[in-house]
């Protein structure tokens, strides 16, 4: 009997949550178990039909367009579902790994808790909620070197990414990286206006 049946990891880009999945895959298939892979079609870092972790593990991923399209590769005799970037997935994918676990499965995700605005990204939150087992990962800061990076950095042209900026927007180490909670910025003009007045309002 599986001991649990949702894994969720999580945290920040480069925090090796991809490494870790496939690890654990890697353990089920060790154990005899059938396991089937699956990623969205818009994460195109790795070539196709495949995930990739940072350290350039590769594994086979069947890529789809949205939750509902995982169930139609689905087969009787799988046993573990990997499921890479759930934050990329619209908010049926709750539904659709309750269903999958009610099929006898174990699934095994990964995402983005938060997005570059340091905000809940996805369907995220509920999948905190519903998973079994949570694993937590942080980062080495790419600014200070803090072994607690735990937000993703998104850098436009040498500078923090502003606010407004699309909450989607696929990139590796040239447009991400780890921060810590006291190296992470954010560009917001608001947040500036709201100092200006502040400033001006104490003189």
Do not use: W
């Amino acid at each position: 009997m599986l001991s649990y049946r949702f894994e969720l990891i999580t945290g920040p880009m480069s925090c090796g949550k991809t490494e870790e999945l496939l690890r654990r895959l890697n353990r089920a298939k060790i154990a005899g178990k059938k396991i089937k892979v699956f990623s969205p079609v818009i994460d195109t870092r790795a070539f196709n039909n495949h995930i990739e972790s940072r350290n350039g593990t590769i594994h086979s991923a069947i890529k789809v367009k949205n939750s509902s399209e995982i169930f139609n590769f689905i087969d009787n005799d799988d046993e573990v579902i990997g499921i890479d970037e759930l934050q990329f997935f619209d908010e049926n994918i709750t539904t659709i790994i309750s269903d999958i676990i009610k099929m006898g499965k174990k699934v095994i995700g990964t995402g983005l808790e938060l997005d570059f605005k340091s905000e809940p990204f996805g369907a995220m939150p509920i999948l905190f909620c519903y998973a079994d087992k949570i694993d937590k990962l942080t980062a080495i800061c790419m600014k200070c070197g803090s072994e607690y990076g735990s937000r993703t950095q998104r850098i436009i042209d040498g500078e923090p990414a502003h606010r407004s900026s699309p909450l989607i927007m696929v990139g590796g180490d040239e447009r991400y990286e780890a921060r810590c909670l006291n190296c992470y910025e954010i560009n917001d003009d608001s947040e500036k206006l709201a100092s200006l007045v502040s400033s001006v309002t104490r003189t």
